[in-house]
């Protein structure tokens, strides 16, 4: 993996902030196809496939905005200095069970979706802005589904919980 530091003057960069996407989407990709092997339930397994599916082809209709754009993409990926890493490294959370690895999948979504609102402020270039927003859609609605499978799960657990007590 070729690491990159981002000099200040680039943050702006419409192309920085499109290839910033790029390594998120290929980070959140692994994180989810990871993410399989340790869940037992099928409908989280079944949304994180679905998740992870629609990371990596977001991640390859991004580099084709580029290349369209501007030739090759660079491979940025974050350094271990961006936050990026521990919110996208959920093997922390592996052995811990199926709720935890969805809270991780929660806070990875909304730090992906933070990401994509800020590139969507920045990014001039027409077709790219397009891509953007759509992709910013499903961002929404993969977050929306990590929110219910959340709830779901919260409510299952609770009764369970109680008749311990």
Same mark, same amino acid.
């Given at each position: ?51 992870? *599916?629609?990371?990596? #082809?977001?991640?390859? @209709?991004?580099? $084709? ?10 491979? %940025? ?44 402020? *920045?990014?001039?270039? #027409?077709?790219?802005? @397009?891509?953007? $927003? ?10 929306? %589904? ?20």
């Amino acid at each position: 993996m070729t690491t990159f530091t981002i000099a200040a003057s680039q943050l702006k960069s419409p192309q920085v902030r499109i290839e910033q996407l790029i390594a998120i989407n290929q980070e959140s990709c692994r994180a989810y196809c990871e993410a399989l092997e340790y869940l037992v339930d099928q409908s989280m397994r079944q949304c994180f496939t679905e998740i992870g *599916f629609d990371r990596s #082809r977001q991640s390859v @209709e991004l580099q $084709a905005v580029l290349l369209a754009e501007k030739g090759l993409p660079q491979n %940025r990926q974050a350094d271990s200095s961006t936050p990026m890493r521990p919110i996208m490294n959920w093997s922390a959370d592996f052995e811990r069970g199926d709720l935890a690895i969805l809270l991780r999948a929660l806070r990875s979504e909304e730090y992906v979706r933070a990401k994509y609102e800020s590139a969507l402020t *920045f990014v001039g270039q #027409r077709f790219a802005e @397009e891509r953007l $927003a759509k992709q910013y859609t499903q961002v929404k609605v993969a977050h929306e %589904r990590i929110l219910l499978l959340r709830d779901a799960y919260t409510l299952a657990i609770k009764p369970s919980n109680q008749l311990a007590r």
